[in-house]
């Protein structure tokens, strides 16, 4: 079964870069799609954006000019940064594979905050 | 964009009784392929049903799910003390991925 786990900075200064990996354990990180999504403390969850098998990329274009997903297959890890963050991008940060687009399987999650 | 609007936005039910979540897309969400998450507090959504219908592996069967199109239901069909949680559907027929806002399901 797979494992996700998210882990990077969980404190962020105000137009600064939020730099988030996940790493992937039970599974081959070139066989599927993975991704991210986010939740802001006590709303919705809002997907970010997805990396396939390939290296293809998708993005939600509210955040795609300041979003880099990435992915590096001999770590099991793929990656996302977030440019100019604001107090808005303080969220729940969470890791994802997906079977195409169906996010099927989550990380646990990662408090991000944007403070100075 | 799709969006996804949910109803009711809280229901209040007693263990044992029925649940219906409402989830409806501004277009119609093609091959059906929307799905229903649950959330408990502090943690991450679980995969309940996909393409519309469904069940995730593991998932009991008084969770089902039916619809198409740009309507579509999840049912509890008897509320266990475990389903109480926030539920949201989700589209992904189409770039950007959306979720709907949430239907909290709390004991009455």
């Known amino acids: 079964q797979v494992q996700l786990q998210e882990s990077g900075p969980r404190l962020v200064k105000p137009s600064e870069t939020l730099s988030l990996t996940c790493s992937v354990s039970?599974?081959?990180?070139?066989?599927?799609?993975w991704g991210w999504i986010r939740q802001p403390p006590g709303k919705g969850l809002e997907w970010i954006a997805y990396i396939y098998y390939s290296g293809g990329t998708n993005y939600n274009p509210s955040l795609r000019s300041r979003v880099t997903i990435s992915q590096d297959t001999s770590k099991s890890q793929f990656s996302l940064t977030l440019n100019s963050v604001t107090a808005a991008d303080t969220a729940v940060y969470f890791c994802?594979?997906?079977?195409?687009?169906?996010?099927?399987?989550w990380g646990p999650g990662t408090l991000v905050t944007v403070s100075s | 964009e799709i969006v996804l609007t949910q109803s009711p936005g809280t229901l209040s039910l007693s263990p044992g009784e029925r649940a219906t979540l409402s989830c409806r897309a501004s277009?119609?969400?093609?091959?059906?392929?929307l799905a229903w998450f649950q959330q408990k507090r502090g943690q991450a959504p679980r995969l309940l049903i996909y393409d519309a219908s469904s069940r995730a592996t593991g998932i009991p069967d008084r969770f089902s799910g039916r619809g198409s199109g740009t309507d579509f239901t999840l049912t509890i069909s008897r509320l266990e003390p475990e389903d109480f949680a926030v539920y949201y559907c989700?589209?992904?027929?189409?770039?950007?991925?959306?979720f709907g806002g949430g239907t909290k399901v709390d004991i009455k």
């Open positions: 277009q119609s969400v093609g091959k059906d392929y």
């Open positions: 989700h589209q992904y027929a189409v770039s950007p991925l959306t």
């Open positions: 039970g599974d081959s990180i070139s066989g599927s799609y």
């Open positions: 994802a594979r997906g079977a195409g687009y169906l996010i099927k399987d």
